[in-house]
């Protein structure tokens, strides 16, 4: 089967930096992804890793290793409006994902 | 990108009973995708829906249960048949582009 895990809480301040770690198991995927939903919205695609390596997008950057079944998500110069849940998820075949139990961040002033 | 709109965006329902769930892309896709979301859970997909053929399920879901239609690259239903309280849930459709999916709003079901 698949697997992925992730903190089930962070909390940071406004401006501070915050990484969501997301390791995971798998026979075979195309890449690892990042989604954001706040509360009573959908997911939000953040960003995408098809390759080892760091992927920057604004503020917001993702990793992955597979030698080490690892990614995270580094969120930079938080802000109060970044407080949502986080998923890790990889992708599958015709771009299915399977999704991390998601991390709540919390952005506190 | 791609704009994704579901009906209803919430129901009550009486055990027993069915509801189906649409959604409409505004943009021709090959494949769609439903998942679930049970309220502070994390999102498990249903299945996959092609356009002209059967549905692929994951484990756990099946066709009586969950049926799907595809009728053109723009539409999609799930239906929820013979529901119990344990489907109550968010529903939700997608569609994928490039490495990024897109989400409908989601159908909010609660089952009494």
């Known amino acids: 089967g698949q697997s992925l895990e992730q903190p089930s809480e962070v909390t940071a301040v406004e401006g501070a930096i915050v990484q969501i770690n997301c390791t995971y198991q798998t026979s075979g995927f195309y890449g690892l992804s990042w989604y954001q939903q706040h509360d009573g919205g959908a997911p939000t695609f953040l960003s995408y890793n098809a390759l080892d390596g760091l992927e920057e997008t604004g503020r917001f950057s993702s990793f992955l290793s597979r030698s080490d079944s690892y990614g995270y998500l580094l969120l930079q110069e938080l802000q109060m409006k970044d407080s949502a849940s986080y998923f890790c998820?990889?992708?599958?075949?015709?771009?299915?994902?399977?999704f991390g139990k998601g991390t709540t961040l919390s952005v506190s002033s | 990108s791609a704009v994704i709109s579901q009906k209803p965006s919430r129901d009550i329902c009486q055990r027993g009973t069915s509801l189906t769930i649409q959604c409409q892309v505004d943009?021709?896709?090959?494949?769609m995708f439903w998942y679930r979301q049970q309220p502070g859970q994390s999102l498990t997909l249903i299945a996959t829906a092609n356009q002209g053929s059967e549905a692929t399920y994951e484990s756990g879901f099946v066709i009586d249960k969950f049926p799907i239609s595809r009728p053109n690259l723009t539409f999609s239903t799930l239906t929820v048949s013979n529901m119990s309280p344990e489907d109550s849930s968010i529903y939700l459709c997608?569609?994928?582009?490039?490495?990024?999916?897109?989400f409908g709003p989601g159908t909010r079901l609660t089952v009494l």
């Open positions: 997608s569609v994928g582009l490039a490495d990024e999916q897109f």
């Open positions: 943009s021709q896709v090959t494949m």
């Open positions: 998820a990889l992708n599958q075949a015709g771009t299915a994902l399977i």
